[in-house]
């Protein structure tokens, strides 16, 4: 049997009694013998020492271990060493790292193990492996030098895998808990709290807002109005994401269709949307329109995302049209039998968003007299809730018949009411000295009739509709209208009495609507991961 001497190339003990006799003979001096057989002694067991001492420097493997890509990221990640296999589950408790020193991949020669970039969907879980992006296992550098076999390399990388494997369980887990929470909240119940970080865009920075809107540039002085955001009691509804609002309609056409109130929250939410983009030279407007108030439809492209979010103006959802009486003069006529001409313009959107309530109030709509047709038949009276209910009814039977649930989604959002004091829009009223919201509920009004019509003809539709009911939760807010800052530029008549000229009507903006889009957002998360949710109910209580 081979001794471990040999294994390891050394001189053998069985030789070292034949090299110390010729070595004594050849020492013919006897004074110094003695010194001679302490040389000998001390070399022989030095050398039997060196002999069956192992070095203390190993021979790294110049093999390289290789790792495979999985399509998909599982619930742990394999780090492969020379040395063994390590498993990395991402379930790791955070004392299990707490104590590691995360060194800069540059300064110690490693590979960067940087955040994935996304190959697909923003949602996805397909990733790209590079070199220096390297989550699932170590890849040598392109270079052939060889790096020490030490094992603060593996231990970094050991440490750096778990933290980044739990970081992702994190977001995971809050993302499932948000959900959850969003799921079981009544949205439409709540308070306005202050929020220092608000508005979502600064005042003046989008160019999209009709000048309507544009308070704080036509000369409103208190910003306050715009740090307030809408709490609901059971959860706090997520700040709007507009990167990944973007990524939620890659592709897709989201469409709100309705009157002013409408335009009011479609450009807040374009201009949100606008705030996300790197490249804001790729958002326009698809006919290069830059006033957006007087035209029946427009359509903002976001180009980097191959979507569009656009607005149809069709104030009363049905069609207007006219007739001639037997005297040859020609009266207008609101058709409740058909819904709008641009319904032939919206038909296959993937996401629509309507409206109607305001024009149902004006002097026209509320006698009723003349004015309501079906067929050939126009009625000389018909109660107002009546027209609205087959208004409602003829857009339900249009959605039934027109619009894929299985492909599109349906929002209908509330009424949005006014806050005019001692008169109407026309008549005087006035709401400029308002720059708190009502605090007290006794003071808002009832839930308007017209809502509870809606309701029911929600109920009887095939296709489901989600009801963003933000009815009560906008009644509080009689601080957030333009009023006098609804222009910079007064025409004569008005700049005689500019108090009589008020907007009391829509939102400032930055403002209101910008809520009813964190809304129509968190909607758009739960929809994400519960495709047939329930239609959200009005609020308890009105």
Request: a positive charge; hydrophobic letters at 30%; glycine letters at 6%.
């Amino acid at each position: 049997m081979t001794s471990d001497s040999d294994k390891h190339g050394g001189t053998t003990i069985s030789a070292a009694p034949f090299e110390l006799k010729s070595f004594i003979s050849a020492v013919k001096p006897r004074k110094t013998s003695t010194f001679v057989y302490a040389f000998v002694i001390t070399f022989v067991v030095l050398t039997v020492f060196l002999v069956f001492t192992p070095s203390p420097i190993t021979t790294v493997s110049h093999s390289v271990p290789s790792f495979t890509l999985l399509p998909n990221l599982t619930a742990s990640h394999t780090v492969t060493s020379p040395s063994r296999n390590t498993t990395l589950p991402e379930t790791l408790t955070p004392a299990a790292t707490k104590n590691a020193t995360f060194a800069s991949p540059v300064a110690n020669g490693t590979n960067s193990l940087a955040p994935q970039p996304r190959t697909d969907h923003a949602w996805g879980n397909n990733m790209l492996l590079s070199p220096l992006d390297n989550k699932t296992g170590y890849t040598p550098p392109s270079s052939e030098k060889q790096l020490p076999a030490e094992a603060p390399l593996f231990q970094n990388l050991t440490v750096n895998s778990s933290a980044s494997a739990m970081r992702k369980q994190s977001k995971k887990s809050r993302k499932r808990r948000e959900i959850k929470s969003l799921k079981k909240c009544e949205f439409y119940e709540g308070e306005w709290v202050k929020e220092d970080s608000y508005p979502l865009y600064k005042p003046g920075s989008c160019n999209f807002i009709d000048e309507q809107f544009t308070c704080i540039s036509n000369g409103r002085p208190d910003v306050e109005f715009q740090k307030l955001k809408w709490k609901p009691k059971q959860c706090t509804l997520p700040r709007l994401n507009g990167g990944k609002l973007l990524e939620m309609i890659r592709g897709r056409r989201l469409v709100f269709v309705g009157d002013s109130l409408n335009r009011n929250m479609w450009e807040s939410l374009v201009c949100i949307l606008k705030g996300s983009v790197k490249d804001r030279s790729q958002v326009f407007e698809a006919h290069g329109r830059h006033q957006f108030r007087w035209e029946a439809e427009y359509s903002f492209v976001f180009k980097d995302y191959n979507c569009t979010v656009e607005f149809f103006a069709s104030p009363f959802l049905v069609r207007e049209g006219e007739v001639t009486d037997k005297n040859g003069t020609k009266k207008e006529t609101l058709r409740l039998d058909l819904v709008g001409k641009s319904s032939v313009q919206y038909k296959g959107a993937d996401i629509l968003v309507f409206n109607t309530g305001h024009w149902w109030t004006h002097d026209k709509t509320s006698k009723g007299e003349d004015y309501y047709q079906e067929g050939s038949n126009v009625y000389p009276k018909l109660d107002v809730d009546e027209a609205f209910r087959k208004a409602l009814t003829t857009w339900g039977r249009w959605v039934d018949e027109n619009v894929n649930p299985k492909k599109s989604l349906v929002f209908f959002r509330g009424y949005s009411p006014s806050h005019f004091s001692g008169g109407q829009w026309n008549a005087g009223g006035a709401c400029d000295d308002e720059t708190e919201p009502i605090k007290n509920e006794t003071y808002l009004t009832p839930y308007p009739s017209k809502m509870l019509i809606l309701e029911r003809v929600l109920k009887g539709m095939k296709t489901p509709v989600t009801y963003l009911n933000i009815t009560r939760l906008t009644d509080y807010r009689k601080d957030a209208h333009p009023s006098v800052y609804r222009k910079q530029k007064l025409s004569a008549e008005e700049s005689k009495a500019p108090l009589l000229y008020q907007d009391c009507s829509h939102w400032c903006l930055p403002g209101v609507p910008d809520s009813w889009n964190e809304i129509f957002y968190a909607e758009m998360l739960v929809k994400l991961n519960q495709p047939h949710g329930n239609r959200r109910r009005k609020p308890k209580g009105v």
